[in-house]
């Protein structure tokens, strides 16, 4: 346990970093977001609506992203124990929301590609789709409520462990300038080679999930910190544009279990995800990460 002398020098360690203007104060952001997962969280128990499954799926990453921040701070309490079991219970309830999420956006993409002036087989293929994946959210929802219940009380206690073993360094400051070199130096460590053959599928989808959690990182400087906000916009763009692809992707393979590689809707899902393809790999090459 730290004495009050030393949890005083580390508070005052910290301010000292903070001597240039703007800095993020992580352990504040972190509470934060730790608070908007529990309401993510009450919200979906009462009723998994797209809202709130969209905004629990993306607290889980915010506090992924934070987590991985701290990590990269020297004079941080250690807090690996619970740390480690909060990140496990954090990606069970991430994947479970992501399924529900990612169902919702296959039918609104379905949605905005087959409106209701379009030709009758679209418009059967379309109904049926839908259909189907309106079944799929169905039970997809009834199995993250069963796990919010499960798990809920498990993963508060470890985050709230986490918020009690980081309180002496709460007023923690980051220079701004320090933050976004701290944000590029973790996304290039993290960013997966790509392989011998190429950029596949999977090899895209990381550098995507990579981004998305440099991103998050990145936003903890205030909006007046220029570098680290324009950091954080082009790791969104590399997000989004990725994840507009896969979101297509997947869909596509969907509609060519349910339906068959040569439904008219299949085939308009397949030019979409090239399309989307060459957009991504696009925002790759002139993507400036400086």
Same mark, same amino acid.
């Given at each position: 346990?730290?004495?009050?002398?030393?949890?005083?020098?580390?508070?005052?360690?910290?301010?000292?970093?903070?001597?240039?203007?703007?800095?993020?104060?992580?352990?504040?952001?972190?509470?934060?977001? /730790?608070?908007?997962?529990?309401?993510?969280?009450?919200?979906?128990?009462?009723?998994?609506?797209?809202?709130?499954?969209?905004?629990?799926?993306?607290?889980?990453?915010?506090?992924?992203?934070?987590?991985?921040?701290?990590?990269?701070?020297?004079?941080?309490?250690?807090?690996?124990?619970?740390?480690?079991?909060?990140?496990?219970?954090?990606?069970?309830?991430?994947?479970?929301?992501?399924?529900?999420?990612?169902?919702?956006?296959?039918?609104?993409?379905?949605?905005?590609?087959?409106?209701?002036?379009?030709?009758?087989?679209?418009?059967?293929?379309?109904?049926?789709?839908?259909?189907?994946?309106?079944?799929?959210?169905?039970?997809?929802?009834?199995?993250?409520?069963?796990?919010?219940?499960?798990?809920?009380?498990?993963?508060?206690?470890?985050?709230?462990?986490?918020?009690?073993?980081?309180?002496?360094?709460?007023?923690?400051?980051?220079?701004?300038?320090?933050?976004?070199?701290?944000?590029?130096?973790?996304?290039?460590?993290?960013?997966?080679?790509?392989?011998?053959?190429?950029?596949?599928?999977?090899?895209?989808?990381?550098?995507?999930?990579?981004?998305?959690?440099?991103?998050?990182?990145?936003?903890?400087?205030?909006?007046?910190?220029?570098?680290?906000?324009?950091?954080?916009?082009?790791?969104?763009?590399?997000?989004?544009?990725?994840?507009?692809?896969?979101?297509?992707?997947?869909?596509?393979?969907?509609?060519?279990?349910?339906?068959?590689?040569?439904?008219?809707?299949?085939? /308009?899902?397949?030019?979409?995800?090239?399309?989307?393809?060459?957009?991504?790999?696009?925002?790759?090459?002139?993507?400036?990460?400086?």
């Amino acid at each position: 346990m730290q004495s009050p002398a030393s949890a005083a020098g580390k508070r005052k360690e910290f301010a000292l970093m903070a001597s240039s203007t703007p800095s993020a104060h992580p352990v504040r952001s972190l509470r934060e977001q /730790v608070t908007a997962l529990e309401a993510a969280i009450t919200l979906c128990v009462a009723e998994p609506n797209a809202r709130p499954v969209h905004r629990l799926r993306t607290m889980t990453r915010r506090i992924e992203g934070q987590l991985a921040l701290l990590a990269l701070l020297s004079g941080v309490p250690d807090y690996g124990k619970p740390a480690d079991k909060a990140r496990k219970l954090l990606k069970r309830l991430r994947r479970s929301a992501g399924e529900v999420r990612d169902i919702d956006v296959q039918i609104d993409l379905i949605e905005s590609i087959v409106p209701d002036g379009s030709p009758q087989p679209l418009k059967k293929e379309k109904t049926k789709l839908q259909g189907s994946l309106n079944e799929d959210r169905k039970g997809a929802a009834g199995k993250l409520v069963k796990l919010l219940g499960r798990k809920q009380s498990e993963l508060t206690l470890a985050l709230e462990e986490i918020l009690d073993t980081l309180e002496p360094v709460n007023d923690l400051s980051i220079p701004a300038t320090k933050l976004a070199s701290l944000t590029q130096q973790w996304f290039a460590h993290n960013t997966p080679p790509e392989p011998k053959g190429g950029a596949d599928a999977d090899h895209l989808h990381e550098i995507r999930k990579v981004a998305k959690l440099a991103r998050y990182m990145a936003e903890n400087a205030p909006k007046s910190a220029k570098r680290s906000r324009h950091l954080a916009r082009s790791f969104e763009d590399l997000q989004q544009s990725g994840g507009e692809w896969h979101d297509w992707l997947v869909l596509g393979a969907i509609a060519r279990e349910r339906l068959g590689g040569s439904s008219a809707l299949t085939l /308009v899902l397949d030019e979409r995800s090239q399309a989307a393809l060459g957009s991504y790999r696009e925002q790759l090459r002139d993507v400036v990460i400086s």
